[in-house]
């Protein structure tokens, strides 16, 4: 069964840091990319970042780039989301999603952890 | 950049009826769009993707259509557990810079 298990959320004041971790199971980590995505409270899904199964490239949507700094480790099954100068707009549910490939396109978001919750408060 | 727009936002179905869901993409983004199914308090669900193929799982009930631009969600014979949101993402333009959801619509119980 495939699990995705995010943990490293918190309260953390602006301009402070984080690092989320999902740690993957049941299947074969190094065949997937695997993406962040968040959504802040009543509001939509905004899709944050992805990383090829070999670590590289990288992609960040235009929100958080320069801010955020996604990596894995392939030998612990594990994806990471390093998060600087926080803002209060960050506050958010931070998914970690396994990409699914079709046609060629590994952009398909297959499975979804339970999410982490970032608050960004003073 | 491609701009997802989904209508209604909400939308009042009696259980038994048939609900329609409309995506529309700013430029085509060919069959590369999937659905999500998301319920209060819970992740979001693959429903369906390459426009209107079932993910593993999904009940016949749930059906895709649509291509280049104009997409549709159809639940024939709402189930009780089929009111939740629903978000449509492109695919084909990726990176997408911001981002590759609708904004979603709410199915409600009428």
């Known amino acids: 069964e495939v699990q995705l298990v995010e943990s490293g959320g918190g309260l953390v004041q602006p301009g402070g840091s984080l690092r989320l971790s999902c740690a993957a199971s049941g299947f074969t980590f190094t065949d997937y990319w695997m993406y962040w995505v968040r959504q802040a409270p009543g509001k939509g899904l905004e899709w944050v970042s992805r990383i090829y199964n070999n670590g590289s490239p990288t992609n960040y949507a235009d929100s958080m780039k320069d801010r955020v700094t996604i990596s894995r480790d392939n030998a612990k099954n594990t994806l990471y989301l390093q998060m600087n100068s926080l803002r209060v707009e960050d506050t958010a549910v931070y998914y970690c999603?396994?990409?699914?490939?079709?046609?060629?396109?590994?952009?398909?978001?297959?499975?979804w952890g339970q999410g982490t919750l970032v608050t960004v408060s003073s | 950049e491609i701009v997802m727009t989904q209508s209604p936002a909400s939308l009042s179905v009696s259980p038994g009826e048939r609900a329609t869901l409309s995506c529309r993409a700013s430029q085509s983004v060919s069959s590369n769009l999937a659905w999500y199914q998301q319920k209060p308090g819970q992740a979001p669900r693959l429903l369906i993707y390459g426009a209107s193929t079932r993910a593993t799982g999904i009940p016949a009930r749930f059906s895709g259509s649509g291509s280049a631009t104009e997409f549709t969600l159809t639940i024939s014979s709402l189930q009780s557990e089929d009111f939740a949101v629903y978000y449509c993402?492109?695919?084909?333009?990726?990176?997408?810079?911001?981002?590759?959801f609708g904004q979603g619509t709410k199915l409600e119980i009428k």
């Open positions: 993402q492109q695919y084909n333009n990726w990176p997408p810079g911001e981002n590759t």
């Open positions: 999603v396994r990409g699914y490939c079709t046609n060629g396109i590994c952009s398909v978001f297959e499975y």
